[in-house]
């Protein structure tokens, strides 16, 4: 994997929250003491920041969730159904001694959520069969020694459409630029913002009505991560924390409605949906993947 730390700049904002640029205020002075942030987010925002040894669990939790997208990846063609998708990814978390977090989770009848074209997010799994020319997303959660890890992707099934292919570059880039805001001092806002304009100047839209989230000791913790917003809005990011980043981009309107199942949120306008995810840990310069693939 790439090395993708990021140097911190004397004019970049200050690590420690302040707002103010690093030159200003940090630069040279001993670190703030962290358990007053600890406690500070804790109380303000009910964020619970992870700890060397948690960052560890989520990184081996998120080393399963990756291994088990290749496995589905090198499985998919037309032909396939939904169903067998959900049997892979099951047994293969089982297999390696953790958890499908999804079966069962608030109703959840399945081990994993795949969402076909104009599905946009948690398609339950079934008899559908998978053609060529489709886009689906595969949407993996595993617990492994208690820690959680979250990370989805978009695949092409056979050969794609033009609006196939533009969809998923568009949905990757965006993860792409809203990763590359993650570092210290900048704030959840400006995750949002870098998504939101980079899916707009494409004609494309953000679905708003689900979000990123804290993620590591349970499926979704404090804070959202919303995939539009404002620059310098929002809490800052500050070391330890652990959330997705996960935007559901669609190629015509952003409405969505859901189906009878209360599950599955397809674009009104029918219009296909792409989606990337992965859990994101904030370090002292920047961030590191705990669910790395190449975006
Ligand atoms: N994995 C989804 C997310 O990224 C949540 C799925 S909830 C489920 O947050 F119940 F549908 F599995
Ligand atoms: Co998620
Ligand atoms: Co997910």
Redesign the pocket.
Known sequence: MKDRTVKLGRNDPCPCGSGLKYKKCCLGKSKPAPNDLKSLYAKKYKIRLKQAADIQGIREAGRLVIDTLDLVESEIRPGITTDEINTLVHDYTIKHGAVP??LN??G?PKS??VSVNEVI??GIPGERVLKDGDIVNV???SILNRYYA?A?KTFFVGTPGSKARKIVKVAKKCLGLGMAMVKPGNTIGDIGWAIQNHAESKGCSVVRE?V??GVGFD??EPPQIPHFGRKREGIRLIPGMVF?I?PMINLGEKELVILSDK?TAVTKDGSLSAQF?QTLVVTDYGYESLTPYEI
Request: proline content about 4%; some cysteine.
């Open positions: 977090a999804p989770y608030r959840f994993v959520c997010c948690h949407d993996i959660t979250d989805n689900f990123g989230h499926f979704h997705t996960e599950w995810e």
